[in-house]
């Protein structure tokens, strides 16, 4: 399912904590609007830089209500970044202090995090070891059309 991720955002508005509570499966993909060096920038300076330009702070929301969900057995996230953005050109920096959100899941039992490239690439990068210990497993998907 392809959605706004806007939703996980406002998940806890939409629905009764005890409706959340009793999801166990969640599966959608996550079209990130923004590089993820921007949505870090703008959440570390946001107190001094206010513009409303966007909502990155979406990023560290929806990861902290999946987190919250005491039922949640597997989760399938597919992140896919602006067609301007490759994963393999994002440091290893950038992606340590872009994914301390997703450390913090850690009930489901199954959960899978697909990155995304695009498909004239034939093979996904092979710096895989720049995700570190995350609470998931990594897969590499090939993304046929940008999303």
């Given at each position: 399912?392809?959605?706004?991720?806007?939703?996980?955002?406002?998940?806890?508005?939409?629905?009764?904590?005890?409706?959340?509570?009793?999801?166990?499966s969640l599966?959608?993909?996550?079209?990130?609007?923004?590089?993820?060096?921007?949505?870090?920038?703008?959440?570390?300076?946001?107190?001094?830089?206010?513009?409303?330009?966007?909502?990155?702070?979406?990023?560290?929301?929806?990861?902290?209500?999946?987190?919250?969900?005491?039922?949640?057995?597997?989760?399938?996230?597919?992140?896919?970044?602006p067609s301007?953005?490759?994963?393999?050109?994002?440091?290893?920096?950038?992606?340590?202090?872009?994914?301390?959100?997703?450390?913090?899941?850690?009930?489901?039992?199954?959960?899978?995090?697909?990155?995304?490239?695009?498909?004239?690439?034939?093979?996904?990068p092979e710096?895989?070891?720049?995700?570190?210990?995350?609470?998931?497993?990594?897969?590499?998907?090939?993304?046929?059309?940008?999303?």
């Amino acid at each position: 399912m392809t959605w706004d991720e806007a939703v996980l955002d406002y998940l806890p508005i939409l629905l009764l904590p005890q409706r959340i509570n009793v999801i166990r499966s969640l599966n959608f993909q996550w079209n990130l609007k923004l590089h993820p060096k921007v949505i870090l920038w703008w959440f570390e300076h946001k107190e001094t830089d206010p513009r409303p330009v966007c909502r990155p702070s979406i990023w560290w929301a929806g990861w902290k209500n999946i987190s919250a969900m005491e039922s949640l057995q597997t989760l399938n996230v597919e992140l896919n970044l602006p067609s301007t953005v490759l994963w393999e050109g994002i440091d290893k920096e950038t992606v340590t202090r872009f994914v301390l959100p997703i450390i913090e899941v850690v009930r489901p039992k199954e959960f899978i995090l697909s990155l995304s490239f695009p498909a004239q690439y034939r093979s996904p990068p092979e710096d895989i070891d720049k995700w570190g210990d995350l609470p998931c497993t990594i897969r590499w998907v090939q993304r046929e059309s940008e999303p």
